[in-house]
């Protein structure tokens, strides 16, 4: 017959739900607990008259994850700067973005250290511009302390992030509301 349409059989799976569960459950298994962000001016080169550069610093709570913990007092900025590999997961319903993170803790690289950290984008929205446009992220897990000459004094470890994406959510993001 002409003009009729043959009946479509819609089979309605219900996989969304069960994916985001395990997806937040990846995502818990690994997470640290970010406890304060800071951006500041911070004078990482220790030669006279070195201008100050924007930083963004993250204070992280490890006392669980001894194998982060101890990386991070164990390593220094060049190492640092090689052995992480990062990424983002951007959720912007709540709006969220998680920083992925896999170190690699030895020279054959079957032990990986895995941490996600995540930040509300409405609450840290001014330190993750700024840390769209620097390209590296301070974890610490002591509280920040800095000199009168603007030298960061508390031990930190700068790592390595893609500037990119976190640049194309935060664009995308209408401004956190005023209240």
């Known amino acids: 017959m002409v003009g009729r349409t043959t009946p479509k059989v819609r089979i309605r799976r219900k996989a969304a739900p069960l994916a985001q569960r395990e997806l937040a459950a990846e ?29 963004v610093i993250a204070r992280v709570e490890v006392e669980e994850r001894r194998e982060l913990a101890a990386w991070l007092d164990d390593a220094d900025d060049e190492e640092a700067a090689t052995d992480v590999r990062t990424d983002w997961i951007f959720f912007p319903s709540r709006p969220e973005a998680i920083l992925i993170g896999v170190i690699d803790g030895s020279a054959d690289g079957a032990e990986l250290i895995r941490f996600n950290l995540r930040f ?14 620097s390209g590296r992220l301070g974890l610490t897990t002591l509280p920040l302390q800095i000199s009168e000459e603007g030298q960061l004094e ?26």
């Open 27 to 55: 995502i818990d298994a690994h997470a640290v607990a970010v406890r304060r962000l800071w951006s500041r001016g911070i004078v990482r080169d220790s030669e006279q008259g070195a201008p100050a550069d924007s930083a």
């Open 154 to 179: 508390s031990r930190c470890v700068f790592i390595p992030i893609q500037v990119e994406p976190l640049r194309a959510f935060l664009h995308e993001l209408p401004p956190a509301p005023v209240v």
């Open 120 to 133: 509300a984008v409405d609450r840290y929205r001014r330190q993750l511009e700024r840390l769209a446009r």
